[in-house]
């Protein structure tokens, strides 16, 4: 430091801190060897509180306001005028201003899945994250336990051992609620509190912080769950499961039909298959009960579509192909036991689906 930098510092008698950052939550006024003059002018803003260390030991503390510092030491003209001291005022102390307003723009997550023993899943993976506020409470311990002899101190320097201490106590409060995952959803702003409560105990005495808010902006579960869930949603969408079948039947069959290359069997065996896991999930369909005979199986019919045959298919199904108007009475079928394919209304299982026959039209009368 140069003479004119040490003359100019010794002149000033206005200690303060314009605060112009969002995250520095200790600044240390800079002062040459900590001189500061008799009478010297100390000025607090709100947001802030100024504590005076001397020799090493934490002296008294400001909340805002404007203070008059005096001092027995030497006036600061004696000092200039007869440079008897070489500007080493006998009054030495440094000066922190300690910021005690709200850094709102902190977030937390977990860099790993918590695990938890859900009650509706069993064990089950989960990923949380939010946001959070952080502020000084305790100047005093602030800095004995965190900021020491730093110039500066901001909120960086500390939000790494904030989301640790945030994201274990997460743990604990997941882990001890014995809440089901679907339901966590509704308790974000319960959990939040209740998180941002244990996480103030923890860190309060210790690290003189305060954490006026946190919450939590979402819980999610492993994309394999989540899949799951979504496919049972679905299946609750459906309702009716044998009414989605004939509809299924009905859209094949017209795909079949605007598309005689392929694809029509793949769709058709699709509806196939869904109606036979539907049949399988109905009560006593995995089990006979003793003594009672299997009922016999349903015919199984097969459909001749564009000269291709699709299938097969159950009566109920061909019926819902019928009422859709894409079965009629020319169109081929077969089965088992039948030698060759026949028109659907000459078998005598489908002929009563299409009614009676219309009859042929009057003979039209002779002209006069």
């Given at each position: 430091m140069?003479?004119?930098?040490k003359l100019r510092n010794e002149l000033i008698d206005i200690i303060e801190w314009v605060d112009d950052s969002r995250h520095t939550i200790v600044w240390r006024f800079p002062r040459y060897q900590n001189e500061i003059k008799n009478g010297a002018q100390l000025i607090v803003r709100p947001g802030q509180v100024a504590v005076m260390v001397h020799r090493g030991q934490i002296a008294d503390m400001f909340e805002p306001g404007h203070y008059e510092l005096k001092t027995d030491n030497l006036p600061l003209l004696s000092t200039i005028a007869g440079w008897k001291y070489g500007f080493n005022s006998p009054f030495r102390s440094e000066v922190y201003f300690v910021s005690t307003k709200q850094i709102t723009d902190l977030k937390w997550g977990t860099p790993n899945p918590i695990m938890l023993r859900d009650?509706?899943?069993g064990p089950i993976r989960i990923r949380a994250f939010g946001t959070y506020a952080v502020k000084a409470n305790d100047a005093k311990i602030l800095l004995k336990e965190l900021v020491g002899t730093d110039s500066e101190f901001d909120a960086d320097e500390v939000t790494e051992l904030l989301r640790s201490i945030i994201i274990s106590t997460l743990a604990?409060?997941?882990?001890?609620s014995n809440v089901a995952a679907l339901d966590l959803a509704s308790k974000y702003q319960q959990?939040?509190?209740?998180?941002?409560?244990?996480?103030?105990e923890r860190i309060d005495d210790e690290y003189g912080l305060m954490i006026p808010q946190l919450m939590i902006v979402n819980i999610s579960l492993p994309e394999a769950v989540e899949k799951a869930l979504d496919t049972r949603t679905s299946m609750g969408v459906i309702g009716d499961m044998d009414k989605y079948q004939q509809y299924q039947m009905g859209q094949a069959l017209t795909?079949?039909?605007?598309?005689?290359?392929?694809?029509?069997?793949?769709?058709?065996?699709?509806?196939?298959?869904?109606?036979?896991?539907?049949?399988?999930?109905?009560?006593?369909?995995?089990?006979?009960?003793?003594?009672?005979?299997?009922?016999?199986?349903p015919a199984a019919w097969h459909?001749?579509?564009?000269?291709?045959?699709?299938?097969?298919?159950?009566?109920?199904?061909?019926a819902a192909g019928v009422a859709a108007g894409q079965v009629n009475r020319q169109t081929l079928v077969w089965c088992?036991?039948?030698?060759?394919?026949?028109?659907?209304?000459?078998?005598?299982?489908?002929?009563a689906v299409f009614g009676p026959p219309t009859p042929p039209p009057p003979p039209a009368p002779p002209a006069p």
């Open positions: 140069g003479l004119f930098d009650p509706e899943f604990d409060v997941l882990g001890t959990f939040g509190e209740t998180l941002r409560k244990a996480v103030q795909t079949a039909a605007a598309n005689p290359g392929g694809g029509a069997s793949e769709g058709l065996g699709l509806g196939l298959g869904v109606a036979m896991a539907g049949r399988m999930m109905q009560p006593g369909a995995s089990a006979g009960m003793p003594g009672v005979a299997p009922p016999a199986p459909v001749a579509v564009n000269g291709q045959a699709t299938g097969p298919f159950s009566a109920e199904q061909l088992a036991g039948m030698p060759n394919w026949l028109a659907a209304a000459q078998v005598p299982q489908l002929a």
